[in-house]
């Protein structure tokens, strides 16, 4: 089964607050990861990555936070925008466990003006 | 313009019939990938290739079928005997310098 999981299966914030979406692992054999977002009826874009040798990494208003004690990934936008309403995934990458990226249920975030 | 293209967009089938989905590639990637997605679900592995001429079954492979003739290409056949063939298909590039899978625009399946 999955070992990618999210929190919440949605999120409703406000224009301008800053948004945390969330998500368990329960691999640790994982050492890479990613944050896609997914707007209806697309495929799924590619927000940030970050590997196991690192707590957090920021990008333009995205950052990830990587928690390997308690297996928890964490993505953080600041001043949210109505065109940040998506599904957001995370997904694994599990060492020497085949080639493909495991992936969590969504988190639907709604950004209301 | 690099990137994944799928086609068609929109199917619809009648129960019975196999169709074919198609993933054309120029990133010049070794792994592609197929993913299945259902409303309000994540994404589920159903075949991958990790070179050409070679394809190992994902999680939910039972009634696909795929070919790797080309490296270029990843052809998706659902098959009569998948029961609930209708979602929404995803094919995907791997970049192993980098980790990161590409995604194309997906095709959404419709069994009538």
């Known amino acids: 089964g999955e070992s990618v999981g999210l929190h919440l299966p949605t999120l409703s914030v406000q224009e301008g607050d800053n948004s945390i979406i969330n998500c368990a692992y329960s691999?640790?054999?994982?050492?890479?990861f990613i944050w896609y977002k997914q707007e209806s009826g697309k495929g799924p874009q590619f927000i940030i990555d970050?590997?196991?040798?690192?707590d957090k990494r920021q990008g333009q208003r995205v950052t990830v936070l990587l928690n390997k004690t308690v297996k928890h990934l964490s993505l953080q936008i600041a001043a949210t925008q109505p065109g940040d309403s998506a599904v957001y995934f995370c997904?694994?990458?599990?060492?020497?466990?085949?080639?493909?990226?495991?992936f969590g249920k969504g988190t639907t975030l709604s950004v209301s003006s | 313009d690099g990137g994944i293209t799928q086609s068609p967009k929109y199917l619809f089938r009648k129960e019975g019939q196999n169709v074919t989905l198609s993933c054309e590639q120029n990133?010049?990637?070794?792994?592609m990938y197929w993913y299945r997605q259902d409303p309000g679900q994540g994404l589920r592995l159903i075949y991958y290739?990790?070179?050409?001429?070679?394809?190992q079954k994902g999680d939910i492979a039972e009634g696909y079928s795929v070919s790797r003739e080309k490296k270029e290409s990843f052809p998706l056949t659902v098959t009569s005997a998948q029961k609930n063939p209708t979602a929404f298909y995803l094919c995907a590039t791997r970049d192993w310098d980098t980790g990161e899978l590409f995604f194309g625009e997906g095709s959404r399946l419709t069994v009538l």
């Open positions: 290739s990790q070179i050409v001429n070679d394809f």
């Open positions: 990133l010049n990637h070794d792994a």
């Open positions: 997904a694994e990458n599990i060492r020497q466990a085949g080639t493909a990226l495991i």
């Open positions: 691999n640790s054999a994982s050492d890479y």
């Open positions: 970050i590997r196991s040798n690192m």
